[in-house]
């Protein structure tokens, strides 16, 4: 495995984005809606750089499964929202890959008619993007490689590492 992106980095970046998002949503009622299973790490770390005052939701959104390197079928639950309407709200997700889970989850939290919707990622892979639009923030633009660590797996591990790694064919094997 190849170390992308080293624990420090990632922490300076996170800190400064809390920084970014406090400014942004000052005064305003706030909801930061992660992404399980991936986001569970950025959200711990996001939410207590974030100096305004937020609720806290989560959603599962999941379309790799196992040893899968290459998205499978979309599934959505929302079960595990707090009220939205009439809030502003900031989804969080690990990684804005194809772009396709991101489109599918922002249509979906749009139908419950909060006051704004943005979206913030960790990585985004520029050069995969399959859809029309890009998220509101992000941490870093990293290559087309599949990446883990930081909560980002491979067959449910590597979530631990503090760091953002790609794994090699090797590595997949």
């Avoid at 309407?85 to 990684?95: A, E, F, H, S, W």
Wanted: hydrophobic share 40%.
């Amino acid at each position: 495995m190849k170390v992308l992106i080293d624990q420090e980095q990632i922490n300076s970046r996170v800190i400064n984005l809390g920084r970014e998002l406090a400014k942004e949503y000052e005064g305003r009622p706030l909801t930061i809606i992660g992404v399980l299973s991936g986001s569970l790490v950025l959200m711990a770390d996001l939410i207590r750089a974030i100096d305004v005052p937020h609720q806290v939701g989560m959603i599962q959104a999941s379309s790799y499964r196992g040893k899968t390197t290459t998205p499978g079928l979309l599934e959505v639950n929302l079960d595990y929202l707090p009220d939205i309407t009439g809030r502003n709200v900031l989804l969080v997700d690990d990684i804005f890959d194809t772009g396709k889970t991101m489109q599918t989850v922002l249509a979906q939290i749009g139908e419950l008619k909060p006051r704004s919707l943005k979206s913030a990622v960790l990585l985004w892979k520029v050069e995969a993007n399959e859809v029309d639009f890009t998220p509101d923030f992000h941490c870093f633009k990293i290559p087309d490689h599949f990446v883990v660590g930081y909560g980002l797996d491979y067959n449910n591990e590597y979530r631990h590492l503090p760091f953002i790694g790609y794994l090699e064919d090797a590595d997949l094997a």
